[in-house]
């Protein structure tokens, strides 16, 4: 969906619009939009910030948002603003790599962007303030452990459970 419409011509007031990434492989993806998005010429979120992230300090987290952006992670939010209204949205209580240096930036009133790259145990906290190279952060998810925990623990009891229903020793 663009400004007005669809890729494929749908003007916008025909259509119900849910945001998220456009999917070529979806059921719902029409097949003249799926023609359309192999020759799109407007970057997506994912092309945008890979693009920044490039002159971000090389090193691991860099390499591993590239990589995870390469292969279309979804950018959970990307917001823009004064610092200290934003910082919310970095997470700072769940970072666990960068917290200094995220910490120093969200200190000031300067305009940054803040974007949190979604990954399964937690997420990328890129900085994007206006005259300095981004700064990329990790945050654990918060509850990931606990949930890996407990599901770990059920398995093992329904196993137990099991062989005693069965009539076998645990």
């Not at 003007?11 to 059921?27: D, G, K, L, M, N």
């Not at 910030?49 to 300090?57: N, S």
């Not at 390499?63 to 209204?85: K, M, S, Y």
Request: with cysteine; aromatic share 4%.
């Amino acid at each position: 969906m663009g400004a007005h419409a669809t890729l494929c011509g749908i003007p916008a007031e025909q259509i119900v619009v849910y945001r998220h990434h456009f999917r070529t492989s979806s059921a719902q993806a029409c097949p003249r939009c799926k023609r359309a998005a192999a020759v799109s010429t407007v970057p997506c979120g994912q092309e945008r910030l890979h693009d920044k992230v490039l002159t971000a300090v090389p090193g691991p987290l860099r390499t591993r948002l590239l990589n995870a952006l390469r292969n279309g992670a979804p950018i959970a939010i990307w917001v823009n603003g004064p610092a200290d209204r934003v910082a919310v949205h970095a997470h700072l209580d769940h970072i666990t790599d960068g917290a200094e240096a995220v910490k120093d930036l969200l200190a000031a009133h300067d305009p940054i962007g803040i974007a949190r790259v979604a990954q399964p145990s937690g997420e990328f906290v890129v900085l994007l303030p206006q005259h300095t190279d981004p700064v990329i952060a990790w945050a654990n998810r918060p509850g990931t452990w606990w949930r890996t925990l407990v599901r770990g623990v059920a398995s093992v009891a329904g196993a137990i459970v099991g062989k005693i229903a069965a009539g076998s020793k645990p």
